[in-house]
């Protein structure tokens, strides 16, 4: 059903051969058919071309997510060439970052974005002046022109770096085509879906929008940005743009139960619901199933540099876990478990490896493999990634989380991970969201907040259940009540904004 592409750009223009009037694209500034899209791609593709921009070359697009940001995308990897889609809320200073980690030929904007883009252009050290193509307009970045001659392009997503330096996470095209294959065939995506997209598309969710609707011959529908602070609006546009497949993060999902009423009005086309980024709460999980009990849900984990490896279709009963699970390793990856010692272990870091995973980091303009030699279960190394994530698998087969590497603090001598203790609080009656941060005061003493947000709950109600869940060592220094916790661009829980609303553990 889905098509042997070896290019990300294969799937469009297949999808336009096959499907040529179906619509591939909506969006506010703008509806296509398969055709018209494919055309779109076409003439900016070319007009890249005329203006110099080469196979291999490295170009940001610098454009706001619409029907033009697509194009754009589409266009460039037609091309040959590295697309790196970008935030244009960013500050300047940060995109100039961006660029120059990733060692960027060019930057693509639209009109609409065309000064904010000069000051990146000019943060970078280039030119403000843009010269027009195809309807955007293009900067010519620092560099000497056909450096990166010879790469086979493909796609680069930013992460944050504890460095302050963005990191460009290098996918190629085997990587996401592997992917939105699979996620097109695990949901049995087809000609007749609507994929209502969320996701910025400098997020990794966002390949499955592109990528799968495109194998498929769905319509994309892509979602104003403005009205994701409306979460009744949001439910209503489900319903009226008749989405049937859509992937989202936990918390907006959240939000449509909390306040887009979308249990006594349910979008009336959906047939499949796909979450991942952050854990879903355990409590506003099940009311999610319960409300759609013949809705098949679906859980996918992994991040930017493997994008999803494992996977599970949830259900009611699969909750009754002590720990969340993440699913079982998807078709073609393999994921172990792995202990100090560098080989596989009942309780360690979990490892990826696969057609999945990531081709490396650009650091200054060069892709730096990130990936290490491990020993899996079968006794044979393998070159895997370490998510950072401390886990385990069950006997089923299923991964479990424990917390992250980056999440374990040391307080008054006790190795304490927050995950731990996250879990517990979410595990609480009357408990609807809840995270758990750390703060270090002016003596540098470790602290642990949690902040919840409450469905009946008490302070004194949180404070003794977790009395009787967790260990003295465990328990918070503080629980902070909040009508909502912040998120980021990306809709997860900004746990950085968290951890500073307590600068001296006060």
């Not at 040529?20 to 509806?31: I, W, Y």
């Not at 033009?68 to 100039?96: F, Q, S, W």
Request: proline share 5%; charged share 20%.
């Amino acid at each position: 059903m889905y098509k042997d592409c070896s290019r990300l750009d294969q799937a469009l223009a297949w999808a336009a051969q096959r499907y040529p009037q179906r619509p591939a694209l909506q969006a506010e500034d703008g509806s296509f058919s398969y055709q018209e899209l494919d055309q779109a791609v076409d003439g900016l593709c070319e007009a890249l071309r005329r203006d110099g921009v080469a196979a291999g070359d490295r170009v940001g697009v610098y454009i706001a997510k619409s029907a033009a940001a697509v194009v754009a995308i589409h266009a460039v990897l037609r091309l040959g060439a590295l697309v790196a889609p970008m935030d244009v809320r960013e500050p300047a200073e940060r995109g100039a970052r961006m660029l120059a980690n990733a060692d960027m030929d060019y930057l693509l904007a639209a009109p609409s974005s065309r000064a904010a883009a000069g000051q990146v252009a000019a943060a970078r050290g280039a030119s403000e002046e843009a010269r027009a193509v195809g309807g955007l307009w293009l900067f010519g970045l620092p560099g000497q022109p056909g450096r990166h001659a010879g790469d086979e392009g493909g796609y680069v997503l930013f992460t944050s770096g504890s460095t302050g330096w963005p990191k460009g996470v290098r996918l190629s095209h085997g990587n996401v085509l592997h992917f939105a294959v699979w996620a097109a065939r695990e949901v049995g995506l087809g000609c007749e879906d609507r994929v209502g997209s969320q996701a910025a598309l400098t997020f990794d969710l966002s390949t499955f929008d592109l990528f799968s609707s495109a194998l498929a011959g769905a319509c994309l529908c892509l979602l104003p940005d403005y009205l994701k602070s409306f979460p009744r609006d949001v439910a209503a546009w489900l319903d009226g743009q008749r989405v049937s497949v859509f992937y989202a993060v936990p918390t907006l999902y959240q939000m449509l139960l909390l306040k887009g009423g979308i249990e006594a009005s349910p979008p009336r086309a959906l047939r499949a619901a796909l979450y991942a980024g952050e854990p879903f709460p355990p409590q506003m999980l099940k009311r999610f199933l319960q409300a759609f009990p013949d809705l098949p849900v679906y859980n996918l984990y992994g991040p930017t540099e493997t994008n999803v490896c494992t996977a599970e279709r949830v259900s009611l009963a699969g909750l009754d876990t002590p720990l969340p699970s993440i699913g079982w390793a998807i078709d073609g990856v393999e994921v172990e478990v792995i202990g100090e010692d560098g080989g596989a272990a009942a309780e360690g870091e979990i490892f990826v490896a696969g057609p999945t995973v990531f081709a490396g980091y650009l650091v200054d303009g060069v892709c730096r493999d990130a990936r290490r030699l491990v020993r899996f279960r079968d006794g044979e190394e393998r070159l895997a990634y370490g998510t950072g994530d401390i886990g385990y698998q069950a006997e089923d087969g299923r991964f479990h989380l424990q917390g992250r590497r980056d999440h374990q603090v040391k307080r008054r001598g006790h190795r304490i991970d927050l995950l731990d203790i996250e879990s517990a609080v979410l595990a609480l009656p009357g408990v609807e969201n809840a995270a758990v941060v750390a703060s270090h005061g002016a003596d540098q003493e470790c602290e642990i907040w949690a902040h919840v947000v409450s469905a009946g709950a008490s302070l004194d109600d949180i404070a003794r259940g977790l009395r009787e869940a967790l260990p003295q060592r465990m328990q918070p220094d503080g629980v902070e009540m909040a009508a909502k916790l912040p998120v980021t661009a990306n809709g997860k829980i900004d746990r950085r904004a968290l951890s500073a609303l307590h600068p001296n553990g006060e």
